[in-house]
């Protein structure tokens, strides 16, 4: 019996694994309310065991905030590498970015937040802004207002069903200041 794992290196074997599961967990988030959701039949569904599920997660919640984490992660960086030095006279570009790219990956911020689980976007936004010890309070404090901002905005345009782009939402977040 053929095995697609077989051939694979150990990250390659990793990283099949942990898209497999992925997959099935959001299939099964179509259908059935996340607390339903049984491990196994997220395994069984993937193809997987679940030696290999807890080798990589520690919960189903874990498996969309890694997904989340790095997915986001993925945008930085390229965002990063194509505006090496920020963008003069675009201040907003990386949010227009950041939000064409949530758009982009509608099917997945819409599954969490149809579970219930748009706290996993909110933990994702504040893991950008920098709330550590080191920095001075009035700073933490206004980055965390900052990162609760954006992620009121991204929620509430979560629940209206994210139909609007990045660019169409900064054109409105503008007349709404103009028009203040």
């Not at 807890?54 to 919960?59: D, G, I, P």
């Amino acid at each position: 019996m053929y095995h697609p794992m077989k051939n694979m290196n150990n990250q390659e074997k990793n990283t099949y694994v942990r898209q497999h599961i992925l997959s099935a967990l959001l299939e099964r988030m179509k259908t059935q309310d996340f607390a339903n959701i049984s491990i196994q039949a997220v395994v069984d569904a993937a193809g997987v065991g679940r030696a290999s599920f807890y080798r990589n997660f520690e919960s189903k919640e874990d498996v969309l905030k890694q997904e989340s984490v790095r997915l986001t992660s993925g945008w930085k960086a390229q965002f990063d590498q194509e505006h090496p030095n920020g963008t003069p006279g675009q201040e907003n570009l990386w949010l227009i970015s950041l939000l064409d790219f949530y758009k982009e990956h509608s099917d997945f911020y819409l599954a969490l937040y149809q579970a219930g689980l748009s706290d996993i976007v909110l933990e994702t936004i504040l893991g950008y802004f920098d709330r550590s010890p080191e920095i001075p309070n009035a700073l933490a404090y206004l980055n965390s207002a900052i990162g609760y901002m954006f992620y009121g905005w991204v929620h509430e345009w979560m629940c209206r069903g994210m139909q609007e782009s990045g660019t169409e939402l900064a054109r409105m977040f503008a007349e709404a200041q103009k028009n203040k």
